[in-house]
């Protein structure tokens, strides 16, 4: 199976973007950092770098300041009306706390953690272990939780990354940047 394309989105709300970095931003940004562990060749960064802007898309998409500069467009970003430390972003530039958060993401992608795991079932065989259903007056709700072994059920699942997570902060609505992130992780229940 070939791998994708990375398609880089720059701000102009390029068709069928699908990063927010690219290799060569990222190869700059972990040397300048000293990084040894963003390592692999073009098809396997570039594919870290895609699942890592997919992750921010469905982790942040609906947490962003600000509105999409297009209807049209492939991802979350560009954006207009977005204020940094009181500084309105330009609407047709990527904000490099996007672009650096994306490769922490990638890092840890490439290093094979699952930036967006399946909750662990407790009894190992397929099955919630709470649920419960509501009878509601016009659906029937069914809800299941899960939970890691050990931890009562609707337990965070989803791993910390707090590189990636302070960068994003003044990003998003509810968000205060490093050093204080006031947004929640959604669990999964």
């Given at each position: 199976?070939?791998?994708p394309?990375?398609?880089l989105?720059d701000?102009?709300?390029?068709?069928?973007?699908?990063a927010?970095?690219?290799?060569?931003?990222?190869?700059?940004?972990?040397?300048?950092?000293?990084e040894?562990?963003?390592?692999?060749?073009?098809?396997?960064?570039?594919?870290?770098?895609?699942?890592?802007?997919?992750?921010?898309?469905?982790?942040?998409?609906?947490?962003?300041?600000g509105?999409?500069?297009?209807?049209?467009?492939?991802?979350?970003?560009?954006?207009?009306?977005?204020?940094?430390?009181?500084?309105?972003?330009a609407s047709?530039?990527?904000?490099?706390?996007?672009?650096?958060?994306?490769?922490e993401?990638?890092?840890?992608?490439?290093?094979?953690?699952?930036?967006?795991?399946?909750?662990?079932?407790?009894?190992?065989k397929?099955?919630?272990?709470?649920k419960s259903?509501?009878?509601g007056?016009?659906?029937?709700?069914i809800?299941?939780?899960?939970?890691?072994?050990?931890?009562?059920?609707?337990?965070?699942?989803?791993?910390d990354?707090?590189?990636?997570?302070?960068?994003?902060?003044?990003?998003?609505?509810?968000?205060?940047?490093?050093g204080?992130?006031s947004f929640?992780?959604?669990?999964?229940?």
């Amino acid at each position: 199976m070939a791998a994708p394309a990375l398609i880089l989105e720059d701000g102009s709300v390029v068709a069928d973007a699908n990063a927010y970095a690219d290799r060569v931003f990222a190869d700059v940004y972990f040397a300048n950092r000293l990084e040894s562990r963003w390592i692999g060749n073009v098809e396997t960064k570039d594919a870290a770098l895609i699942r890592a802007t997919s992750w921010i898309e469905k982790r942040y998409g609906s947490k962003w300041r600000g509105t999409r500069t297009d209807s049209t467009q492939e991802l979350s970003w560009p954006r207009q009306d977005v204020y940094i430390d009181g500084i309105e972003h330009a609407s047709d530039a990527m904000p490099k706390q996007l672009q650096e958060a994306t490769c922490e993401y990638a890092l840890r992608a490439l290093e094979r953690v699952d930036i967006a795991p399946d909750p662990p079932l407790q009894d190992g065989k397929g099955a919630p272990v709470e649920k419960s259903i509501n009878l509601g007056r016009s659906a029937i709700v069914i809800t299941n939780k899960f939970a890691n072994p050990g931890e009562s059920p609707g337990s965070e699942t989803i791993p910390d990354m707090p590189e990636a997570e302070m960068l994003l902060g003044h990003l998003v609505l509810g968000g205060t940047g490093a050093g204080g992130i006031s947004f929640g992780i959604a669990g999964r229940a």
